[in-house]
């Protein structure tokens, strides 16, 4: 039996499971109907919010070490990195809520990644991240994909799982028992968890379809980053291009070869909206970039 056969069992699912046993013991007594599709919905919304009510599900995000490394803060001085941030998200939050004829499919779902390891994605994850959370209406989920070298529970001191590992290989989990509220109030964290022999084929599976179908229409403010394996590196990271609206895609500069790149992208659908995102740019006169004290970003949009 393969690994999707034996987790066919979706979120939904599950919760009709659960809702089925008062269901048949009222059915017993003459009085029961069957629970709807909306109940399930109401059943699922309403463990979440339980769960994030929850004082131990609460994570204290360290905001001056963050500031010390570098990182985006909430209420930080006004800087160049917070200003390329600005860039980088302004046109993926309007190919997401833009609009209604410009609205990309599946848009709120941005995914994060380069080609190979070690050229900042999570950093630009996290940041990216950090910037939507401080828009006003809007409410951020970041997703630890990259099973391979997961960064984002140590960048942001939070505990490595439950996580998304556990939430695909487990089906009496939900996604309330994995995500982390933080102390940042529009940032949530969903780790990835454990290690998994398995992983690569938990991520292609049909669980991790359903999983983000309901990440993405659960609510309608809801930006979800998910920070992916590097193209090159893993096979995983071409399956989840597929599930995302969006992708940004990081280079670093006078590292990555023309040829990685090319190859990278040559594996994504181009046909979805690319941004590449210049990491680490030494500072020249007059570049046409921005930078932050000797590095800088710059952001340029591919595809349509």
Excluded: C, W
Excluded at 143 to 150: I, K, L, N, Y
């Amino acid at each position: 039996m393969s690994v999707d056969d034996t987790r066919q069992t979706s979120l939904i699912e599950k919760a009709a499971s659960r809702l089925q046993q008062p269901t048949q013991a009222a059915r017993a007594s003459g009085s029961a109907r069957a629970p709807t599709e909306h109940d399930v919905g109401r059943a699922r919304a309403g463990r979440e919010a339980a769960s994030d009510t929850q004082q131990g599900k609460v994570v204290k995000i360290d905001i001056a070490r963050l500031h010390r490394e570098g990182y985006l803060t909430p209420g930080g001085q006004r800087s160049r990195v917070a200003e390329e941030f600005r860039i980088i998200k302004r046109p993926l939050l309007e190919n997401a809520f833009g609009r209604a004829a410009a609205l990309v499919e599946h848009g709120n779902l941005i995914m994060v990644t380069s080609a190979i390891p070690g050229e900042g994605k999570t950093y630009t994850a996290v940041n990216l991240a950090m910037s939507i959370a401080a828009e006003m209406d809007k409410t951020v989920l970041l997703v630890d994909a990259d099973t391979g070298r997961a960064r984002v529970h140590e960048v942001l001191n939070l505990p490595l799982g439950p996580g998304l590992i556990d939430l695909l290989d487990d089906d009496s989990l939900d996604v309330g028992d994995v995500m982390l509220r933080t102390t940042i109030p529009k940032l949530r964290v969903i780790p990835m968890g454990r290690f998994h022999s398995h992983s690569t084929e938990l991520l292609a599976s049909a669980s991790m379809q359903r999983l983000m179908q309901e990440l993405e229409t659960r609510y309608s403010d809801r930006v979800v980053i998910i920070d992916s394996p590097p193209i090159l590196a893993t096979s995983e990271s071409v399956v989840l291009s597929g599930l995302a609206g969006q992708i940004v895609f990081v280079v670093e500069a006078a590292h990555t070869s023309q040829g990685h790149v090319k190859d990278a992208l040559s594996l994504l659908d181009g046909s979805k909206p690319i941004g590449l995102v210049l990491n680490k740019v030494r500072k020249s006169p007059g570049a046409s970039y921005y930078g932050y004290g000797s590095y800088g970003s710059g952001y340029h949009q591919t595809g349509t």
